[in-house]
């Protein structure tokens, strides 16, 4: 996963890309709430009802191999005071893709972007508006970086082949017209 950071009111989040989509560090969100122990924030986070609406939610429209039965247990037993979830038990029993959790040196727990805004909010409203203006930023500057980067390649680079894969056009005989001629050249290569 490639991965880059941005800075929110002091904090550095980092992101990363995987399978074409954005993933959030809930880790570094959460720090900016409590820096010693943010993976209690998460926790926290997820022992809520509608946290856990919201994740069953998110799986079932962007997930095909999503397993809502065990999505309805969680669901029933959310907010509970006997109630406890981690990140890496909803991923584990219902086949989460939205969540990843790594543990180690380098590890925590990421969120695609649309539940980690969701994260940012409990957090701090404040702090997920921020979070959004920074991301957008981010992905503006790719934007541009990519158009710029576009401008300076090769005319083939940008949708035009180069020479030898161009289409053969013969010199026209204006007797017969163009038509005629290329169904006669695709007969004599077949």
């Known amino acids: 996963m490639k ?3 941005i800075s929110v009111k002091g904090s550095e989040i980092t992101l990363s890309r995987r399978e074409q989509e954005d993933y959030i ?3 570094d969100i959460a720090k900016y709430r409590n820096s010693a122990e943010p993976f209690s924030i998460i926790n926290n986070w997820m022992r809520s009802r509608t946290t856990i609406e ?3 939610l998110w799986e079932g429209l962007s ?4 397993k809502p039965l065990e999505f309805e247990r969680f669901k029933n037993e959310a ?3 006997y109630f406890v979830l981690s990140p890496q038990r909803w991923i584990d029993a219902t086949n989460a893709i939205g969540l990843v959790s790594k543990s180690g040196r380098y590890g925590g727990t990421f969120a695609h972007r649309d539940i980690a805004f969701e994260f940012a909010s409990w957090i701090s409203v404040e702090f997920k508006l921020y979070l959004i203006k920074e991301f957008q930023r981010l992905k503006q500057d790719e934007f541009d970086q990519k158009k710029t980067g576009m401008e300076r390649l090769p005319h083939h680079s940008q949708g035009q082949l180069p020479h030898p894969y161009r289409c053969h056009q013969r010199k026209s005989d ?6 005629i001629k290329t169904e006669i050249h695709l007969r004599r290569r077949s």
Request: aromatic share 4%; charged share 20%; proline share 14%.
């Open 3 to 5: 991965t880059r950071t």
């Open 25 to 27: 560090s809930l880790t």
């Open 54 to 56: 919201l994740l069953g």
């Open 63 to 66: 997930n095909p191999d999503f």
């Open 79 to 81: 907010g509970n005071n």
């Open 174 to 179: 204006p007797a017969r017209p163009a038509k």
